[in-house]
């Protein structure tokens, strides 16, 4: 192989996105590079005072089939894929008359772009680049000797490179060859993704699609979930209000642990249509509340376990007021997330410097699906996500009792959150607030017990007369296997139970909550969350 660095003497640049093409022409020309061209992209360095050479002279072939064909020619490719170093390389293309190619400037046909704004089949597949990743992958192929641009956003890096060494190193050929590679895959990606949901293949369809991941690396993470683990954060979908998404306006960047608990955070209350704060701990919601106003659901979810809300993710649903900020910086949390905030209540939380307020526009709708995927030891284990929702008409009453208004609502509150706590879940609600939250537990019978406990210590610290349970109504994300754990939270003064139902002991637990007086509902739907 030929010394690290190499000249570059002659340019391909053939682009879409015409972004800093005049300035990265100029350096070119500077250094004394001969710029060959195609179509629009000849057109716009012309109009711009440069010589340039079309693509269809060194081809001696015009553009054809709308331009569907002119840079798949050996003249290109040969002159792309030359080992300069291999004799019968160098004799072949002398022979052949086909000069060198030092350096290839090329950004595809916005595929992804088109497809996003809802182009038709047609458009979207006029927009598939096929000369251009072609050309892309044979200079990477090349990368020894060619050295290949793929982004507007490199054209800086490779000019700073050329005015300092007049030429590249073969360590920058390597990452712009290793960049030029997922760009392509990712394009390709993109096609196969969107072609799997837009064209219909009958009864050719794969009854199970494969996978496809593709995932640019937005930012690097000082450390995982601890500091011994790596972690970097990696982007499929920038359209959807989320933490990526979010304009952070105050504090450190976030670590590993905490994107995972906004994320959390912001699936619950994006559950909710009143003024609702969610406030979580280790991914599960220690408190969540709804009520007129947002300064008191915030009181009352805190309420719930002013223990586990130290240092939590405290998510609203909607802009966050002056009272609000000030009733959220009486205690110390890691991260606040909400659509927006009024000025009063970022110069409030503005106060508490350690604290990461981000905002997000918009809230994600919880009705759309996506698919999640975990990884396992050889491979990924995916489903869709868990969007099922429960009205009021999809309530089977099991018991002699009837539940009350009042208890509907309550039980309905409790079964949106049951699904985002771990399993095994038990979620008391009264009055649109819970009242205390088990989570996690090998055995439901002990997250329910652990809920009731929490509930007495909370009575006991602001000395209440009773529990919060008192009254409530309890959620399940799983039927109860036994009546053990339904008679549990009878103990600690639940009247309502709304869970699956689904168990071979379904009678039993029926007859246990008639004897106890209370009533329950059955969904038909689970919320295991693990």
Known sequence: MSESILPIRRALISVSDKTGLIILANALRTAGVTLLSTGGTAKSLREAGFDVTDVSDVTGFPEIMDGRVKTLHPAIHGGLLAKRDKQEHMSAIAEHQIEPIDLLVVNLYPFEQVVAKGADNQTAIENIDIGGPAMIRASAKNHDFVT???????????????????????????????????????????????????????????????????????????????PHQTAAIYATDLSTPSVLTAKQIQGKPLSYNNVNDTDAALRLVCEFSGPTIAIIKHANPCGVATAARLQDAWQEAYLCDTVSAFGGIVASNTTIDEDTARSITSIFSEVVI????????????????????????????????????????????????????????????????????????????????????????????????????????????????????????????????????????VASDAFFPFPDGLLSAVEAGATAVIQPGGSMRDDAVIKAADEAGITMAFTGIRHFNH
């Open 148 to 226: 290949v641009i793929t982004s507007p956003e490199q054209y800086s890096s490779l000019i700073d490179v050329l005015s300092e060494h007049s030429g590249t190193s073969i360590g920058f050929r390597r990452s712009l060859a290793q960049q030029a590679f997922a760009r392509t895959s990712a394009y390709d990606h993109a096609i196969a993704l969107w072609m799997s949901s837009h064209l219909d293949t009958g009864k050719y369809s794969k009854s199970k699609p494969d996978l496809y991941i593709q995932a640019p690396a937005i930012q690097t993470l000082r450390y995982g979930e601890n």
């Open 338 to 473: 909400a659509p927006d905030a009024t000025s009063k209540a970022c110069e409030i939380l503005s106060q508490k410097p350690n604290i990461r307020l981000l905002l997000t526009g918009s809230l994600p709708d919880p009705t759309v699906s996506f698919s999640q995927v975990r990884t396992i030891l050889g491979g990924y284990l995916v489903q869709s996500r868990d969007t099922a929702i429960i009205t009021e008409a999809d309530l089977t009453i099991t018991t002699k009792r009837q539940p009350s208004p009042k208890e509907v609502a309550d039980m309905l509150f409790a079964w949106k959150i049951a699904k985002h706590v771990k399993s095994n879940a038990i979620i008391y609600v009264k009055d649109q607030i819970t009242a205390a939250i088990g989570a996690g537990q090998m055995s439901r019978l002990d997250s329910s017990r652990i809920a009731a406990q929490k509930a007495r210590d909370m009575a006991q610290e602001h000395g209440w007369q009773q529990p919060r349970t008192v009254g409530s109504a």
